[in-house]
């Protein structure tokens, strides 16, 4: 059987011209010569997608990632070289593209899904499905014209009709971040479904964490060349090492500013003027679970001395999660009071947090919790973890099969239909009574 | 998942016509789907839906009733009916080019996200403009009958025949037209004036020999002939209008259409079909090579 895609020698030439020249009169104006600049977006990718395979094109912005994306989809075709595909193709680039707004919900249903190549009589017998996966609001509307829809059921219906064409192959634009929390979960169950049945999942995206969530393969994009393909953590790595150094886009750092609507009257008495991560082994920007992490907080405050000053930090994940979160106030730690310039740190010892992005949050307050100065999710950060383990944190774990071990006398224990014994005072959450998943073993003595 | 289509598909620097024609097979449904979209858009929202297509030759005949019989009167009996014959098969060329033109580019969103074959689009505009096209003959066939006009029941087969050179020709102008409008957006504004000075060089609102005659002290009675929609509205005019020679034996006797018989029309007709296939398929070549940077040139 023919791969799921093959992408031989492909290149892509844009030409960048230097001015807008689009009108005949102004090629003419130039003898029909316009200024313009052969700018290389894809160069010699190659690359064979089995089917089944859930690969991830990760890169950065104008890494080329989107353009090889088009051209498998056939949007756009390529300079040089060939793209194969086999199989039932259909693309998430855009949820919705091509709802008319003047026809009802279910008249665009028909309509989207002869665009993405769906017949009559398949989209009849999917027109429930589909009504049923964009969800109860959609339903009760079906037959209103679009235009009157909320833009989150706008999304929910152009996805319902996507998922639904019964694609053979995937392609994902990052689409997948949409719409609200319980959507995004309904989503992601539905490719993970799509997964399971043999599906091929193109996922093209710049952040590695969702790479890790869904994919087996991964290929990493910069200036059009791909620098890397193989295991999700391997590329994951050299994406975050080779290409992430210093370029903490200023585009995902906007939101930090919503926060401070709600100023108190202590605003900037004392203000944050810079926070620095400092890493175990600079000039390497990452630290590796296990190892020490400094964060410094750069202050500087009025001529008077400030005396109730709280510190605190908060760490969150990609999901936008609370990992952790403390301030100097819960650590039973009376700062001293400050006044001018200068830096508190908090020194986190053997980091246990998985591979990821994750956000600093700082602040100062006073005891009573007025704010002086806050920056929310604001310093990103890296972390390195060598395994594949998966969760919120890296807990240290050893496996060890017992042959003829039996359970009890340890602690409680449970069965299928609950708990065993009767619970006892004495009862504590057992430890090492229930292994995880199938992990060896795992620790910071492997990382490094 | 469920389905095991087996479909294969190449994506190269080169695509070949065969492969694209298929292409637009496979997706003719969305052909049907677009081209009942865009009826379906057309008419939203107002009360009178698609009667809208009918008022709109009606009143049409109702002004030129008036200017041609009151205002502007001529010896030409019928004059209405004469130029209905040809004003509403021009109609569709008309606005199916003027519709296709911006198709391509009036669909970016769509064109930049999903793959299609975009020749959909314009054939789409075309496709809609036929079904109009079909709901306003029976205004004229309304018309005709209200007067109980001696049609010329010998030549009618020329009108089917007279359609689908007309849809062709159409076509192949209405592709070329949508590709080369994304490069070039000059070709809207282009195509407005050029239409209109296509219309008056298309014997409709006067007949084909009363220009003929004049010509013909320059040899030049072919020239009228190169317009491929001239042969058209001919053959238009033959069937259903049916007087070549109007007030005949009168001093004012006016000759309107040429001395032709029924396999002339035919001949000209395929002769017309024939060099409007060759041009879509130029069209299409022209489409196929430029279609890869439509997502980026939107």
Known sequence: MAPAIEIEHVSKRSRLYHEQFTSLKERILHGGKVPFEDFWALKDINLSIEHGESIGLLGHNGSGKSTLLKCIAGIIRPTEGEIRSSGRLAALLELGAGFQPDLSGRENIFLNASILGMKRVEIEKRLDEIVDFAGEEVERMIDNQVKYYSSGMYVRLGFAVAINVDPDILLVDEVLAVGDEAFQRKCLDRVSSFQRYGGTLIVVTHSPDMVRQVCTRAAALNHGEMIEVGDPNDVIRTFRERLMTGVYSVDDVDDAEMVKSELSPLWHEVEITAVEVVYAEPPRETVRSGEPLQFRIAYRAGGADVTDIVAGIALYNSMGQLVYGTNSHLMGQDLDPVRGQGVISFNIKDLPLLDGTYRLTVGLHNLGGLQYDHWEQQVPFQVAAPGRDIGIARLETTIEVEADGTIGGGGPVFTRSGRADKPGPADQPGSGDKPGRAEKTAGPGTAG | ?298
């Open chain 2, 1 to 298: 998942m469920a389905s095991q289509s087996s479909e294969l598909r190449t994506t190269g620097a080169k695509v070949t016509l065969r492969s694209r024609i298929v292409d637009i097979v496979a997706y003719r449904e969305l052909l049907v789907n677009l081209v009942r979209k865009e009826l379906k858009v057309r008419y939203k929202n107002s009360v009178l839906g698609f009667m809208w297509s009918l008022v709109n030759p009606a009143v049409t005949i109702g002004v030129f009733y008036i200017i041609f019989t009151l205002v502007l009167p001529n010896s030409i009996p019928y004059f209405v009916l004469f130029l209905m014959s040809g004003v509403l098969i021009f109609n569709m060329f008309q606005n199916g080019t003027a519709a296709a033109v911006g198709s391509v580019v009036g669909n970016g969103s769509l064109v930049k996200k999903v793959w299609f074959p975009r020749e959909i689009l314009p054939l789409a505009a075309v496709g809609a403009t036929f079904v109009d096209f079909l709901l306003q003959s029976s205004v004229l066939v309304i018309a005709f009958a209200a007067v109980r006009w001696r049609v010329g029941w010998g030549y009618l087969p020329l009108v089917p025949l007279a359609i689908v050179v007309a849809l062709l020709f159409t076509t192949a102008l209405a592709v070329w037209l949508a590709a080369v409008n994304v490069k070039y957006r000059d070709m809207q504004h282009f195509l407005g004036i050029a239409l209109m000075v296509w219309f008056w060089g298309t014997p409709i609102i006067y007949g084909f020999e009363q220009v003929a005659h004049r010509l013909s002290r320059y040899h030049l009675t072919w020239l009228p002939l190169l317009n491929p929609y001239a042969i058209v509205c001919l053959s238009f005019q033959r069937a259903l209008y049916n007087r070549r020679v109007v007030n005949a034996g009168k001093p004012t006797q006016t000759v309107l259409l040429p001395n032709h018989g029924y396999l002339w029309y035919v001949g000209v007709l395929l002769l017309v079909g024939a060099v409007s296939s060759i041009l879509l398929v130029g069209a299409m070549r022209v489409f196929r090579n430029s279609e890869g940077n439509f997502a980026e040139e939107l």
